[in-house]
Each structure stands twice: as structure tokens, then as C-alpha cells.
């Protein structure tokens, strides 16, 4: 019988294993908290947020609410993420009719800074959401949406409607992270 080959990945430092972790979507990197218990927290300081229905294919709707949920609340309050992935696949009778499911994961990944943000809706748009401190009711909008938005490189949206006002403080907050000398960011809209 051959000897155990040895556990070279474990042996990798934080960093590195949090890069390969970045690259799997969400439910696999919180999969591998079952290798061993140096792997159990791990997937908590991933910076990357990639939830995706597809992976959710033979589950139910309730599984993928559910893991949505327990991923985006189980990021550390400070961590500010790489990216922000929100990819969803079903239709209007699912969740369409209550935009609560989007909203409220869309609210809570970008409390964590993104520098890239992704959101794809496959079959029906729907609005971003207002952000609780970039409301048109606030005090010092621009301060508001620089704050949200001071690390934003990259912003892909697919099937994902935006309120005019939203550019207007996305315009404003990268000309505050162009003062400061942030690089030139890429914006793709897709609306059918």
C-alpha cells in the first residue's frame, strides 16, 4: 500500500489559498470548509461575493434564498470585496413579483465596497435599488454615493434597470476617485 500523499495545499498561506478560493463561485468555496478545520473559515475572508443560481440548478428556490442569505451575512463587517456577483436565472413567478430577494442581497454585497460589481437577471429586469444612505432624501448624496462607490473599477449590469439619479452619484463619486488619482474604471449596460 502506498503512503499518504502529503496535504501540500493546507501547507499554502492564507493569501494564496483566499486567490484560489476567489476563483470558484460561492457554494464551492464554502464547500471546502468540510477538507479539514484549517479550511473551515477560510471561505469567510474570500474577497470575492460570486452568488450564482447556476450552481443552484437541482435545488430548490428555497436552498438558493437560504445560501444567499447565510454567504452575505457571514462576510466580516469590514471586508471590502474584489467583486460583487449576482447572477439569477428564474423567472418572474419566483421572485420577480417581490424584489425583496435582489434588493436585499444587492444592498448588503455592496456595503462591502466592490471594486468590480456584476449583476446579471437572466429573464426579467428589475431596478438597482437605492441605497439607504444615497436616498434622494439625504443630506449629502454625493459624500454618500463617493463612500459606496470610492473603490468601483468595473460595473457590469445584464437585465438590471437603473434609476437616472444613480448615474448622476456614480458620475459624481469617480470624479472623487479620479482626484485621487483611482484608475479609469469600464461601465457595461445591458437592458433588452
Known amino acids: 500500500m502506498a503512503p499518504p500523499c502529503p496535504d501540500r495545499l493546507s501547507g499554502l ?4 489559498l483566499h486567490g484560489v ?40 428556490w428555497e436552498r438558493f434564498e437560504d445560501f444567499a442569505d447565510h454567504m452575505l451575512t457571514s462576510i466580516p463587517p469590514n471586508t471590502q470585496l474584489d467583486a460583487f ?22 444592498r448588503r454585497g455592496l456595503r462591502h465596497f466592490p471594486m468590480t460589481i456584476d449583476i ?12 439607504p444612505s444615497i436616498s434622494p432624501n439625504s443630506l449629502d448624496t454625493v ?13 457590469h449590469l ?18 472623487v476617485a479620479g482626484a485621487r488619482g483611482a484608475p479609469h474604471g469600464e461601465v457595461q449596460y445591458n437592458h433588452k
Open 13 to 16: 498561506p492564507d493569501c494564496l
Open 85 to 106: 456577483r449576482l447572477h439569477l436565472l428564474r423567472g418572474k413567478d419566483t421572485y420577480w413579483s417581490s424584489f425583496t430577494f435582489p434588493d436585499r442581497w444587492i
Open 21 to 60: 478560493l476567489s476563483g470558484l463561485g460561492s457554494r464551492q468555496a464554502v464547500r471546502t470548509s468540510l477538507l479539514s478545520r484549517r479550511w473551515r473559515q477560510l471561505w469567510r475572508d474570500v474577497p470575492c461575493a460570486n452568488i450564482d443560481e447556476r450552481e443552484f440548478a437541482d435545488d430548490t
Open 158 to 175: 445584464v437585465q438590471v434597470r437603473i434609476h437616472d439619479s444613480f448615474t448622476m452619484y456614480l458620475g459624481e463619486s469617480c470624479l
Open 120 to 131: 446579471r437577471a437572466a429573464s426579467h429586469s428589475f431596478w438597482l435599488p437605492y441605497l
Open 143 to 155: 459624500s454618500s454615493a463617493a463612500s459606496y462607490y470610492r473603490r468601483l473599477t468595473t460595473l
